[in-house]
């Protein structure tokens, strides 16, 4: 499941910027630039919250230890939320630029507030037992939290870059020219959903012997 969660929140804002393109024609050029900015801010944001943990080790050469490993992983996950805001803020604009209608936006915008609330409600009890534990000298416990926390917020974050991507393509394009993104998106995640299993399935057998 923790993996999961990370490709969820490295893969959604790629996911959202494949999403773009395809819809591209049905799009307004506003919205269209809007949307795409927001995605690569979301892309860049969720690389260097995957370069923050895989720079982990770099904080304990340094002298730090533990605590110089949380402190390297703050510094990555403030940076990281900066520019997930001012992603969030320009897919906000694109969802609703060129719209008569700004209903369908509604689902997709509750969902991503909802995502939202959830990836960055689940900081406070991770820091608060972080700082316990780091109080009662559990500094590697303490590391460990502050990444299942941070692993929760990262999968949280990214589907709700998902939802906002949703937001803007929806009911933009014209029923002849196919499915509507809603659709897209939904018949791709079972697919991968499939996929991942089977490919879990095929590792958890292993080789037979004879």
Not at 118 to 137: N, R, S, W
Request: hydrophobic content about 50%; charged content about 15%; some cysteine.
């Amino acid at each position: 499941m923790i993996r999961v969660l990370e490709l969820l929140g490295l893969l959604a804002p790629f996911a959202g910027l494949a999403l773009l393109v395809v819809c591209r024609r049905s799009m307004p050029p506003v919205a269209m630039t809007f949307g795409v900015t927001g995605c690569l801010l979301a892309a860049l944001s969720s690389l260097v919250g995957l370069i923050g943990k895989r720079a982990l080790p770099f904080g304990a050469l340094e002298g730090g230890g533990a605590e110089g490993m949380s402190n390297l992983l703050g510094t990555a996950s403030v940076l990281r939320l900066g520019l997930l805001a001012a992603a969030i803020a320009m897919l906000t604009v694109a969802a609703l630029t060129g719209r008569s209608d700004r209903r369908p936006t509604l689902p997709w915008l509750t969902a991503a507030v909802v995502l939202l609330m959830l990836g960055l409600l689940v900081t406070i009890p991770a820091a608060e037992l972080e700082h316990l534990m780091t109080l009662h000298d559990r500094s590697g416990l303490a590391l460990v939290v502050a990444l299942l926390g941070e692993t929760v917020e990262f999968g949280a974050l990214g589907l709700a870059i998902l939802a906002l991507t949703i937001a803007v393509t929806t009911r933009r394009r014209d029923p002849s020219e196919g499915r509507d993104s809603t659709v897209m998106v939904a018949d791709t995640a079972r697919a991968a959903w499939t996929a991942y299993r089977s490919l879990r399935g095929t590792r958890g057998t292993g080789p037979t012997r004879r």
